[in-house]
């Protein structure tokens, strides 16, 4: 009987852990790898891409952990319904959890080759810095642009040797689409208009798939991107419904649109329907569990 109290708290635990670790982001961490395998020669799916791909999820679930530990000052301020502020998980169980799932997908890596292992292991040094220096750091969203762009890394490690022209250029237009949506992101607290360029950055992916010669299924996917880019910055432009949170899960949802380009560039097509499962997965994910 005494038990009784403690087994309602059981889904709500749950919750908060899915909450802490954003869990319905994890399908574009998923098609970052599948990205960066195909930049790779890997075209379809193999064991070796599930395992990466399942590290990946792991470090960047780890890194959300981390992320409201080190800010669980601020959240107690700004956002004490949260998991770790409120007391529905506990710190200690929570920085247990991280240390286990990046010892974890480190392992996973191990499988994949020392090149993908080391590029893993920068990654998370990466995470690291940029949880514990993000909130006054001017440079953060170049960090953070940098964890996305040592996933494509990672997976391409993980089945070839050697850096290609299509992986820099594909992972620098990853990476400028992540520092524009991290800008409009630390934008969210300010009451004047975000700045135009990281707009600017967030279809540049878009204007490189147009040189790269693309096939009709290629076209299709470019007006996709373009469409929803262009529905997500609505909501950091137009003071009428300006909803900066809406805007970033929406262009996070969006990194899954700009990984089919990538595969559509590299003629994954067989992988292109994962891509866009993953995009509309995730919007229907973030109903439930926030991106943010």
Do not use: C
Not at 9 to 36: C, D, E, F, K, M
């Amino acid at each position: 009987m005494s038990s009784s109290p403690v087994l309602p708290s059981l889904p709500r635990r749950l919750r908060g852990h899915l909450a802490l670790a954003r869990i319905s982001n994890s399908p574009t961490v998923v098609t970052n790898v599948l990205a960066g395998a195909a930049l790779g020669g890997s075209l379809g799916m193999s064991q070796q891409g599930a395992f990466v791909a399942v590290a990946m999820v792991l470090f960047y679930t780890a890194g959300m952990y981390l992320n409201d530990l080190l800010d669980l000052e601020i959240d107690r301020r700004e956002r004490p319904t949260r998991p770790l502020p409120s007391g529905l998980i506990g710190q200690a169980e929570a920085l247990g959890v991280t240390l286990l799932l990046f010892v974890l997908g480190s392992l996973l890596l191990w499988t994949a080759g020392t090149a993908a292992l080391v590029s893993g292991l920068v990654l998370i040094a990466l995470i690291v810095l940029y949880d514990a220096w993000h909130k006054t750091n001017p440079l953060s969203p170049v960090l953070m642009a940098g964890t996305r762009m040592l996933v494509y890394v990672t997976a391409f490690l993980a089945f070839t040797a050697g850096f290609t022209t299509p992986l820099l250029v594909w992972t620098g237009l990853l990476g400028a689409y992540i520092v524009g949506l991290t800008y409009i992101a630390k934008t969210e607290t300010k009451e004047n208009l975000a700045r135009y360029w990281p707009a600017l950055l967030i279809f540049l992916p878009a204007v490189y798939f147009v040189f790269t010669g693309p096939s009709l299924v290629g076209w299709a996917l470019l007006l996709a991107f373009v469409a929803w880019a262009a529905f997500s910055v609505t909501f950091v432009y137009d003071r009428r419904k300006r909803s900066i949170g809406r805007a970033v899960v929406s262009l996070i949802a969006g990194v899954s649109l700009l990984d089919a380009l990538v595969l559509a560039s590299q003629g994954a097509s067989n992988l292109i329907p994962l891509a866009l499962l993953a995009f509309a997965l995730t919007l229907f994910l973030q109903r439930f569990i926030k991106g943010t």
